[in-house]
């Protein structure tokens, strides 16, 4: 059994950020992105996590999880697999001048998906869909919002983002067909 907890995060001169936490819960990782202020942390997404039977679970199914630093930023890093496929995952606070986390994760499969591949979060704060970003609403910031949006790169869309009900659901932009590697990517920030 594992029960360590690996954190990150990234802050204004005001104290106002975003944390990344994993805890270790029953056979992996689950993850949790958190708002913090001086004086409170509230959380906004909690991943949901499948069980050791799914052979594609709902989240990538991180069995092992570090904090290391990428170019003067912290990074939560991770991988993992079930079934016959492996993922990995990497959220790193950048230095685009606001407060932000970027997430990249990539399942390589050995066979084309019999369930859906991406990641489903627990919105535990009010949110909207606005286009392809959802818009959190957070109780801890004044006049200020959470934006998630998937990451955009020339001629290149890595996934979409979808707000249903309670829960944030983020697939890849292309489908598995056969053995190959997908890639998701998502930004968080503080506007």
Request: charged share 20%; aromatic share 4%.
């Amino acid at each position: 059994m594992n029960d360590a907890s690996h954190r990150i995060e990234a802050k204004n001169r005001e104290g106002i950020g975003l944390s990344i936490q994993a805890c270790w819960v029953a056979d992996r990782f689950h993850h949790e992105v958190l708002l913090v202020t001086p004086d409170s942390t509230e959380p906004l997404l909690k991943s949901k996590e499948g069980t050791p039977e799914d052979d594609w679970p709902t989240s990538p199914p991180l069995q092992d999880v570090s904090v290391q630093e990428i170019h003067g930023n912290p990074a939560l890093l991770g991988v993992g697999m079930a079934g016959s496929s492996h993922w990995s995952l990497s959220f790193m606070a950048t230095d685009e001048g606001r407060v932000a986390m970027n997430c990249d994760i990539a399942c390589l499969t050995r066979k084309t998906p019999d369930g859906p591949v991406g990641s489903i979060y627990r919105l535990k704060s009010s949110g909207q869909q606005s286009g392809r970003q959802v818009i959190l609403s957070p109780t801890g910031l004044a006049n200020q919002t959470v934006r998630i949006e998937c990451i955009e790169e020339p001629d290149l869309l890595h996934g979409s983002i979808k707000q249903m009900a309670d829960q944030l659901v983020i697939t890849p932009h292309e489908p598995i067909v056969g053995p190959g590697t997908v890639q998701w990517k998502y930004r968080i920030w503080i506007e």
